[in-house]
């Protein structure tokens, strides 16, 4: 899986990886806490503004939501055929259609679309170890009440690495298997069976050498001690003060209208 990193002179890219963290969190209560179509239009626009504020376009947003697809569908389907109501235009559509359930759907469908598309908007344009270290600062607190924050940083920054490299390499390796005639489609099942082995002791090789090279490299930066050095981060900027400030104003601002 590749990741699209925000261009250096957009204001995105110089914010603090905690700002955008704030930001991110502050746009999708905004968009989650929306209930008229006025507040939904206001959260949807500071998605969009984020998206502008990085660089990146109409397109990222879309391809974020490719994944999620059959979710977004079932949303619509569910929330249009299970709201009671008025029938939405009788004798035309079957009478399950209200037009209660219409304008439910509507609506579920794009708070839900929204946060996907911010949250996708975050993982793309901040480094693994950036949005892993920004979460362990943002939940440090907890620590007095022993939460390890500690390790769960450290196992948010090998999953946010670890798993979309493991996805990139099963697909290389089938590609490669592939092209040696080796087909996890082929119609006979034994060549499929021994197609399925192949790929899955590959990956699995692969994993566990990764996993020692990645170990050595923890170690060396100071995991294996008892009590690691405190990561530190870059000088905060106006940019991200602006940043959060806005954020801030625009979840006031939907809560306002949500009373």
């Known amino acids: ?49 984020l998206h502008a504020a990085s660089g990146t376009g109409p397109r990222t947003a879309l391809a974020a939501l490719r994944p999620f697809r059959f ?7 569910a929330q249009a055929l299970f709201t009671g109501g008025s029938p939405a ?24 679309a929204g946060v996907i598309v911010v949250s996708a908007h975050l993982v793309s344009t ?14 440090a607190p907890a620590a007095r009440f022993g939460v390890p924050v500690r390790e769960i940083t450290l196992v948010m920054a090998l999953g946010f690495h670890f798993f979309p490299v493991l996805l990139d390499e099963s697909r290389q390796v089938r590609a490669a298997l592939e092209s040696r ?7 006979v099942l034994r060549l499929r069976a021994r197609a399925l082995l192949s790929w899955t002791l590959a990956v699995l090789f692969g994993m ?11 170690e060396s930066r100071g995991f294996g001690l008892p009590r690691a050095l405190r990561h530190r981060f870059a000088p905060w900027r106006g940019v991200s003060s602006a940043v959060v400030a806005g954020s801030a104003a625009l979840l006031l601002f939907v809560v306002w209208l949500a009373h």
């Open 89 to 112: 235009l009788p004798g035309i559509l079957p009478d399950a259609l209200t037009a209660e359930g219409l304008m439910s759907a509507g609506h579920a469908l794009l708070r839900l």
């Open 208 to 218: 566990v050498d990764r996993s020692s090279r990645l170990a050595s490299a923890l």
């Open 181 to 187: 005639g080796v087909s996890l489609r082929h119609p």
């Open 1 to 49: 899986m590749s990741r699209a990193v925000a261009p250096g002179k957009a204001p995105w890219a110089r914010c603090d990886p905690r700002a955008r963290l704030l930001a991110t969190l502050a746009g999708s209560v905004a968009v989650l806490a929306a209930d008229s179509w006025l507040a939904l239009f206001v959260g949807l626009a500071s998605v969009a503004v």
């Open 126 to 139: 901040t480094s693994p170890l950036e949005l892993a270290r920004s979460v362990g600062w943002a939940i």
């Open 71 to 77: 979710l977004l569908l079932f949303t619509l389907v």
